[in-house]
């Protein structure tokens, strides 16, 4: 089945507690992008990546990290997550940025 | 600023009405348009997308949208609203830099 998978879907965690949400698709997309959900202001785009080892800052790239070593995974790194950092996070993948986007279930990140 | 705009935070509408959510891009050039739904609990799934050409776009579960150049907007349309559509609609926009910008949503209910 076609899918885009994150892990974990659901994390609590202290501030400071370097963590790392995972991202995979099988459908041999070459973009992938990473997005935070928040009430009243839509998805907003924190990276995304054109194709392996390229990546590219969103709207709102400060506090986080990704790579793109695989063309298959997308890795979102927080090195020192802080409580403004709870949100709802998305990864997609396309063909291209212009073209249908497949979203992941979501992981709920909760930063104490 | 490259932006998308849903004017309308909630809409409420009886079961068999039609519907019309409401968008507006500002773009130095006109980008790619989608639409999105998120039902409770989910990722996001397309519903339909704009490139070019026919300005009345067919989308799935009987949902369409008009491309209007003149107002910058770009309206999801549903002539009879089921009680299954029910859920938060995006729409989004990307221009030729890649980069996607979403709205911050519609919430539709839909009343027995």
């Known amino acids: 089945e076609a899918q885009v998978t994150q892990n974990p879907r659901y994390l609590i965690t202290v501030t400071g507690k370097k963590l790392t949400v995972t991202c995979s698709q099988n459908?041999?997309?070459?973009?992938m992008s990473w997005y935070r959900q928040d009430p009243g202001l839509g998805l907003r785009q924190i990276y995304y990546s054109m194709n392996v080892e390229v990546t590219d800052k969103g709207d709102v790239p400060e506090g986080y990290k990704v790579s793109r070593k695989e063309k298959r995974n997308f890795p979102l790194i927080l090195e020192s997550p802080s409580p403004n950092q709870t949100s709802l996070y998305f990864c997609a993948s396309g063909w291209g940025a212009s073209d249908t986007q497949y979203f992941g279930p979501g992981t709920r990140l909760t930063v104490l | 600023a490259q932006s998308v705009t849903q004017p309308d935070i909630h809409i409420t509408v009886s079961e068999g009405a039609s519907l019309e959510l409401r968008c507006n891009y500002s773009y130095g050039a006109t980008p790619y348009l989608f639409w999105y739904v998120q039902s409770p609990g989910q990722g996001l799934q397309l519903l339909l997308k704009y490139f070019s050409g026919d300005t009345l776009v067919q989308g799935i579960k009987g949902f369409e949208a008009e491309f209007k150049r003149s107002q910058s907007s770009f309206n999801l349309r549903k002539p009879s609203v089921h009680w299954s559509d029910a859920a938060e609609y995006f729409c989004a926009g990307v221009s030729v830099l890649n980069d996607m910008r979403f709205g911050a949503g519609t919430r539709l209910t839909v009343k027995p």
């Open positions: 459908m041999n997309h070459e973009y």
